[in-house]
């Protein structure tokens, strides 16, 4: 976008304004702050030999499909009984005629079916419009009787399968299939089903599995079943469930993690709730588990969001010790709570060291920073950070180009608010209305002050 006259710069704009039009060369555009790259090329498309084939199979029709096999496979160099079966599913099959069509292969030829065959008509089950799980036991039930019988990488497929139907996550099927299988999942199944459900699911349904699991297949959750409930369920803020599966997994015979732990502390950081965050902190430590670099962010974190400076300097000083060294996630943590206290000159030295120490700040750095510094009144400080985030090609969030557009605004300095406009719509830091939003919100809060 090219510069605005100044005559301009307090007027309303109106948003067509900013759609794409042909702009001017950089060496004209006085105003821009960084060199805009070139676009690389996009590259060529490759083409996959198997989508670029056309399906012999016009229908699903199982006759017709039984005619063209014979067709082909009477041709030099036919194809091989696989790929003809996996163009019939393709081409719409029922599960019913795909197993017939099947049948017919291995009758009219000297094919025999291997596991990868049975598994393409499993695939093929588990994504057919089906209302049940009755085509996918009969699958199972054939390859029993081609002596393939079905094993726990059969079920993980059609389990996986199940949950990725294109449609909607058949969630429920999936559960019926886990009971009804001929055989046990393992452990990577079962959680996998376990995390599915517990995203999508209520606690109670999940547990009301879980318990359906171990009573009918003696199949019982283990340390990841756990912790991906405990995740799911601090995710949701019910810190309580949270409390009491620590409890069942103690009583389980499993130790807590420190992944656990942290999951916990998440949870309670969340909430803003610091004192259960140092509860579980406490706990940890009483249980003889040794806290991690994650550990101590976390920690970090939420007292530093708080505002409770004295306390994460305590920590900062605890981790040191323990032999784990800062990194921009500490860092960056520590900043925040010195810029939610007003102390952001003091967050801005923590940058020197930060980099006198080896550690590269990021994104969120320099967001974060820019944005203390705007709230903090120290405008000139912030524009020389935002104008490093340009030239480092680095995006702004929301929070910070509202905070940076209305000082520039508030300070009289409309011009360099529009920059800052271009710069988030150009490097694709913000959708162009919501940052248009923002700026025209700071120049009608300047023009009621002067009114």
């Not at 081409?91 to 291997?114: K, Q, R, V």
């Not at 680095?394 to 209305?406: L, Q």
Request: aromatic share 6%; net charge positive.
């Amino acid at each position: 976008m090219g510069k605005l006259p100044p005559s301009m710069r307090s007027a309303k704009l109106p948003l067509s304004l900013f759609k794409s039009t042909p702009s001017s060369s950089p060496s004209s555009s006085t105003h821009r702050l960084w060199t805009q790259k070139p676009k690389p090329k996009p590259k060529p498309k490759t083409s996959n030999p198997n989508l670029s084939t056309p399906n012999p199979f016009s229908s699903p029709c199982l006759s017709s499909a039984i005619s063209t096999s014979t067709s082909l496979l009477s041709l030099p160099s036919p194809p091989s009984p696989n790929s003809l079966l996996q163009s019939f599913c393709l081409a719409g099959a029922t599960s019913s005629d795909a197993i017939s069509f099947l049948n017919h292969l291995s009758t009219s030829t000297s094919f025999a079916p291997d596991k990868s065959t049975f598994h393409n008509l499993l695939a093929h089950s588990c994504l057919s419009s089906s209302p049940d799980i009755s085509p996918i036991l009969k699958v199972f039930d054939l390859m029993s009787k081609c002596n393939h019988p079905p094993d726990a990488a059969s079920l993980d497929l059609s389990v996986r399968a199940l949950c990725s139907s294109p449609k909607s996550p058949r969630l429920d099927d999936a559960c019926s299939l886990i009971l009804k299988s001929p055989v046990k999942p393992d452990e990577f199944t079962y959680n996998f089903l376990i995390r599915r459900l517990a995203r999508d699911r209520s606690v109670s349904s999940v547990n009301h599995f879980i318990e359906q699991v171990r009573s009918k297949l003696s199949v019982h959750p283990n340390l990841v079943t756990y912790t991906i409930l405990i995740d799911a369920v601090c995710r949701s803020g019910n810190l309580r469930e949270a409390t009491r599966l620590l409890t069942v997994l103690s009583d389980n015979g499993f130790k807590p993690d420190a992944y656990v732990y942290n999951t916990i502390m998440k949870g309670h950081c969340m909430l803003d709730d610091c004192a259960g965050v140092m509860d579980v902190y406490n706990k940890m430590k009483d249980e003889g588990v040794e806290p991690d670099l994650v550990t101590y962010n976390t920690l970090l974190f939420g007292l530093s969001k708080a505002g409770m400076m004295p306390q994460a300097k305590r920590i900062l000083k605890a981790m040191a010790e323990s032999g784990h060294f800062p990194d921009v996630v500490t860092y960056t943590s520590l900043m925040n709570g010195m810029c939610r206290r007003g102390e952001a000159m003091e967050a801005l030295a923590i940058l020197t060291v930060m980099e006198e120490k080896g550690c590269t700040p990021n994104e969120c750095t320099y967001n974060t920073l820019v944005m203390g510094l705007c709230k903090a009144q120290y405008l000139d400080e912030a524009i020389e950070l935002y104008q490093l985030m340009v030239s480092k090609g680095m995006k702004m969030d929301g929070p910070t180009y509202a905070s940076i557009v209305r000082a520039l605004c508030r300070a009289g300095r409309v011009s360099d608010a529009y920059q800052v406009f271009d710069f988030v719509i150009e490097s694709k830091s913000l959708p162009e209305v919501s940052a248009y939003t923002d700026l025209e919100n700071s120049i009608k809060w300047v023009q009621k002050r002067k009114a």
